[in-house]
Nanobody
Framework: VQFVESGGGLVQPVGSLRLSCAASGFTFSDYAMIWFRQPPGKEREWVAHINPTGTSTMYADSVKGRFVTSRDNAKNTVYLQMNSLKPLDTAVYYC???????WGQGTQVTVSS
């Protein structure tokens, strides 16, 4: 099982980024996926959840209305579209299967002017 996150970078406040997470080693379409993030010096926190078919999503209150997660089961990839970014969104972002302890390397998102 492997997760490879990408798409992070430096963005100005109110800007947007789209993160991708390519999964392999399991039947991707059978599993929900979740996004976590770890701000500098803080614990990891849950960001978003998407069900196996992509028809149901949930978000942390801190990102609701600004972030949208989606998935392409044909490409074994889950996405996180992040809009209206704030400096507090600065973190390393990860994707994973909810029932697994396997993490990818994450992708750094820095929101700063």
């Amino acid at each position: 099982v492997q997760f490879v996150e990408s798409g992070g970078g430096l963005v100005q406040p109110v800007g947007s980024l789209r993160l991708s997470c390519a999964a392999s080693g399991f039947t991707f379409s059978d599993y929900a996926m979740i996004w976590f993030r770890q701000p500098p010096g803080k614990e990891r926190e849950w960001v978003a959840h998407i069900n196996p078919t992509g028809t149901s999503t949930m978000y942390a209150d801190s990102v609701k209305g600004r972030f949208v997660t989606s998935r392409d089961n044909a490409k074994n990839t889950v996405y996180l579209q992040m809009n209206s970014l704030k400096p507090l969104d600065t973190a390393v972002y990860y994707c994973k299967v909810p029932t697994s302890d396997i993490w990818g390397q994450g992708t750094q998102v820095t929101v700063s002017s």
